[in-house]
């Protein structure tokens, strides 16, 4: 499809070449572009091409001329200028129109110029529970719907409206600050509302992280499914210490059912816990949400399984989860009660006899999990605060402002605020340096 323009002596640049990371086709007229096979965003081509042209005649002061055919762009300029303007046009419409190609959500990009800090929210940047643990937070979305997912992450989700990925250097400079804060023995815990591996940088960022004087440990919460033998390899090389896997059951039928999704596949993710135990350096834990009366056996099934495989060299093998209600988070159909956490600990010390293998009931000395002073709140909760409106917030109809380098949700005011609005609002909850607010 030619588009545009005409000239002779033009430089001539497929777009795909680009990035080594990007994909790009052309479909129902439309230019589809794939980044990281993370961020989506499309574009008309004569669109595309007059992008090129404006910005090409800006940089040159005469008008360039600039044409798309297929997915190849040409314009009357040198190559190298002609690549550098596509890589500008390609970052900027990745960052102004990208949505998670696994949740089809808008995904917003955080970096040093948006402003927005990295402490304040729970979807993304770093939270301090008042302990030698940092957990790190570079990514939201997920490519599983987990039918008890207690962030309603994935394609189904309701209630999450944007997501979020933040800058390595940017999420790196504040965990220097933190991390200098909290003094020596830092364990630095990759997780979040969504699955970490997804996040381009990963190793990028496990390399700053271990680099850090004050971390003796990095770990990571992962569903495995994204993982493969290379990509372990460069995570423990670059200094990943623990991955921390859900696992459910190791009957593919059930496995699938409680991950939400028909391509799911345990014997992956099973392969993947057994190589990181026998081949890597690095140690795995096999995390099991227990949904009672459900997979109860599969759970003594995996905790063999963690035996047979050598998990737990230096951590506990098994981290068995209890199925606890969140506000925004999911409860399947069946499940007919939510277990108290005296009775799951009860059923997790019967289950230490039953198998012999032990900890089940696991407590922070075994992750080495101590107190540590907590940052400073800037404001309480009750405080009235004057804060900016920076972006759109995580769940839907929340908006996020920012007031003292904090970031403060303020759920349910994306019909009233916008962003660049200056507001008061009084904050509602400050546990943990995550601040949430509403308008005074
Ligand atoms: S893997 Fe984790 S974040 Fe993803 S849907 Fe399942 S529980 Fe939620």
């Known amino acids: 499809m030619r588009t545009s323009t005409h000239a002779a002596d033009r430089a001539e640049v497929e777009l ?56 190849r762009v040409a314009a009357s300029t040198d190559r190298r200028t002609l690549k550098e303007v596509l890589q500008q046009l390609i970052s900027r419409l990745a960052g102004e129109a990208g949505t998670h190609a696994h949740t089809r959500r808008r995904l917003i990009y955080i970096s040093e110029s948006s402003g927005i800090p990295l402490i304040g929210h729970s979807a993304f ?15 939201t979305g997920c490519n599983l719907c987990c039918i008890y997912c207690s962030v309603d992450e994935g394609w189904v989700s309701r209630t999450r409206w ?13 965990f220097r600050e933190i991390a200098d804060f909290k003094g020596e023995g830092v364990e630095a815990h990759i997780d979040g509302q969504g699955e970490p591996t997804l996040y381009p940088f990963l190793p990028d960022l496990v390399q700053g992280l271990k680099e850090h004087p004050n971390v003796d440990v990095v770990s990571m919460q992962t569903n495995a499914v994204p993982l493969d033998e290379d990509y372990v390899d460069e995570l423990v090389e670059a200094g990943l210490d623990r991955f921390n896997v859900s696992i459910n059951s190791l009957d593919p039928k059930k496995a699938r059912a409680m991950a939400g999704s028909k391509d799911y596949d345990v014997r992956h993710v099973m392969r993947i816990a057994e190589y990181i135990a026998k081949e890597t350096r690095a140690d795995v834990l096999l995390a099991p949400l227990w949904l ?27 981290g068995i989860q ?17 277990v108290p956490m005296k009775e799951f600990y009860r059923w997790l010390r019967e289950l230490e006899r039953k198998t012999g293998v032990r900890p089940l009931v696991l407590k922070p000395e075994h992750f080495g999990t101590e107190p540590r002073k907590s940052l400073p709140k800037p404001f309480r909760r009750g405080d009235r605060v004057q804060a900016e409106v920076v972006s759109e917030g995580r769940i839907r109809g929340e908006m996020i402002a920012r007031a003292s380098d ?8 994306a019909k009233k605020l916008s962003v ?21």
């Open 406 to 413: 904090r970031v403060i949700a303020v759920p349910d005011s």
């Open 292 to 318: 009672p009366g459900y997979n109860d056996e599969d759970i003594v099934e995996i905790i063999e399984f963690a035996v047979e495989i050598g998990a737990g060299e230096r951590w506990p093998p098994l």
């Open 322 to 338: 209890n199925y606890l209600e969140y506000r925004f988070g999911r409860r399947p159909k069946f499940l007919r009660r939510v």
């Open 16 to 71: 795909g070449a680009i990035h080594e990371r990007l994909d790009v086709r052309l479909e129902d007229r439309r230019l589809k572009f794939t980044l990281y096979d993370l961020i989506e965003f499309e574009v008309d081509p004569s669109e595309l091409a007059r992008m090129v042209s404006a910005l090409l005649s800006r940089i040159e002061r005469r008008h360039v001329p600039a044409s798309v055919d297929g997915t």
């Open 162 to 174: 944007r997501d979020f990925m933040v800058d390595p250097d940017y999420l790196l400079d504040w």
């Open 420 to 440: 660049g609005d200056v507001v008061e609002l009084r904050i509602t909850r400050d546990k943990h340096n995550i601040f949430v607010g509403e308008l005074a």
């Open 125 to 139: 940047g770093i939270i301090d529970r008042g302990t030698n643990v940092l957990q790190v937070r570079p990514i």
